[in-house]
């Protein structure tokens, strides 16, 4: 995990390690003068870390279900916390995401870890999937790119291009 996330970090993307008894400063920095939203899988623990960044909020949290090893659902609806001079959207958590109603593209332009090599490669119109001379997968061979970064681009990607529009 460690070495992912420094590429990533290599990559221009900000990494900041949060944890139950950790001073947080380095999130409150990021959080600062900004309109942010913590989201991901149910029972992830958004509204656990929201609490850890300002008791006061008292939102309601369950236990790590033994059964399941994670936390349960708590949380019904989106809301807005004053963070950090921010604001902070506490959101229902999720069991997946869907896609189909965004335009994927270029979705490569978004990625910043894509970035350096965008626009090097052979074709100008490159998915960066099965063409040659692809700088992009060139940098997934050299460690450039973390294997499971490009792997979930692609398997977005592919999903795009295979929708069939009626």
């Known amino acids: 995990i460690e070495a992912y996330l420094a590429i990533l970090k290599n990559c221009g993307y900000t990494i900041v390690y949060s944890y139950p008894g950790s001073d947080d400063q380095a999130l409150k920095a990021v959080l600062k003068d900004k309109v942010s939203v913590l989201c ?6 958004k509204s656990s870390l929201l609490n850890r ?11 790590i279900s033994k059964a399941l090893g994670r936390g349960k659902h ?5 809301e807005l916390h004053e ?6 959207a506490d959101t ?14 270029h ?4 990625l910043k870890a894509f970035a350096p090599y965008i626009g090097s490669c052979r074709f100008a119109d490159c998915n960066h999937i099965n063409e040659p001379d692809c700088h ?5 061979e050299e ?6 970064y490009y792997e979930d681009y692609k398997a977005l990607k592919e999903e795009s291009l295979n929708r069939k529009v009626f």
Request: proline share 5%; glycine share 12%; aromatic share 8%.
């Open 74 to 78: 708590t949380t019904r609806y989106s």
């Open 136 to 140: 992009v997968k060139l940098a997934v």
């Open 53 to 63: 960044l300002d008791p006061s909020f008292q939102l309601q949290t369950q236990e």
């Open 143 to 148: 460690g450039n790119i973390p294997l499971a």
């Open 107 to 110: 979705l490569d332009a978004h």
């Open 40 to 45: 991901g899988q149910s029972g992830a623990g």
């Open 92 to 105: 229902p958590g999720f069991s997946s995401l869907d896609f189909s109603n965004f335009d994927l593209k």
């Open 83 to 88: 963070v950090a001079g921010g604001l902070v």
